[in-house]
T-cell receptor, first 111, second 114 residues
Framework: GENVEQHPSTLSVQEGDSAVIKCTYSDSASNYFPWYKQELGKRPQLIID?????GEKKDQRIAVTLNKTAKHFSLHITETQPEDSAVYFC??????????FGKGTKLSVIP | DGGITQSPKYLFRKEGQNVTLSCEQNLNHDAMYWYRQDPGQGLRLIYYSQIVNDFQKGDIAEGYSVSREKKESFPLTVTSAQKNPTAFYLC?????????????FGSGTRLTVV
């Protein structure tokens, strides 16, 4: 089955700096890659996603890049703010119904 | 509440008891899922269902059971065979297809063994 590795597990940045979270996947058939943000005690919320026919997607301060050859994708957050502090999960889907999730990255933005 | 409701929010289980977690959605989604979340472990798939009256085991199904008698409902029973049930349980649903849609999650149930 699919295996998703996510790094780093924790990340601290100063407010206004950029944050980058990286994920790798194992199944070359994977064609959908969402990112979820989970605030403490709350449900994961989809923040951005990318499909395998696209190399990059941007939504305001958030961007995701995909390298199909290397089987890795990354989340980029620019101009970080304290409200960006949360746990972020990457995921991959390989043509079946289930998403396989990474183990999460706890992002702390220091004011 | 985002179209998918989990109840209760907090649940306490005594040793040897079975407990059932509720998950209801009004999004008309065919597929539903149960995940378990432990600190540092991410989200691990327990069971999933693509259509009514059909469900499949995920990666950590031992000690759990589910049913899917209605499209809107996908309850999870944590049985006494689950030796370490204390965790945060998330239910999700999605539109089936070739991976073009993500999940909508419920707000979760925190289960504690007392």
């Amino acid at each position: 089955g699919e295996n998703v590795e996510q790094h780093p597990s924790t990340l601290s940045v100063q407010e206004g700096d950029s944050a980058v979270i990286k994920c790798t996947y194992s199944d070359s058939a994977s064609n959908y890659f969402p990112w979820y943000k989970q605030e403490l005690g709350k449900r994961p919320q989809l923040i951005i996603d990318i499909r395998s026919n696209v190399g990059e997607k941007k939504d305001q301060r958030i961007a995701v890049t995909l390298n199909k050859t290397a089987k890795h994708f990354s989340l980029h957050i620019t101009e970080t703010q304290p409200e960006d502090s949360a746990v972020y999960f990457c995921a991959a889907k390989a043509g079946s119904y289930q998403l396989t999730f990474g183990k999460g990255t706890k992002l702390s933005v220091i004011p | 509440d985002g179209g998918i409701t989990q109840s209760p929010k907090y649940l306490f289980r005594k040793e040897g008891q079975n407990v059932t977690l509720s998950c209801e959605q009004n999004l008309n989604h065919d597929a539903m899922y149960w995940y378990r979340q432990d600190p540092g472990q991410g989200l691990r798939l327990i069971y999933y269902s693509q259509i009514v009256n059909d469900f499949q085991k995920g990666d950590i199904a031992e000690g759990y059971s589910v049913s899917r008698e209605k499209k809107e409902s996908f309850p999870l029973t944590v049985t006494s065979a689950q030796k370490n049930p204390t965790a945060f349980y998330l239910c999700a649903s999605s539109v089936p297809g070739q991976g073009i849609y993500g999940y909508t999650f419920g707000s979760g149930t925190r289960l504690t063994v007392v």
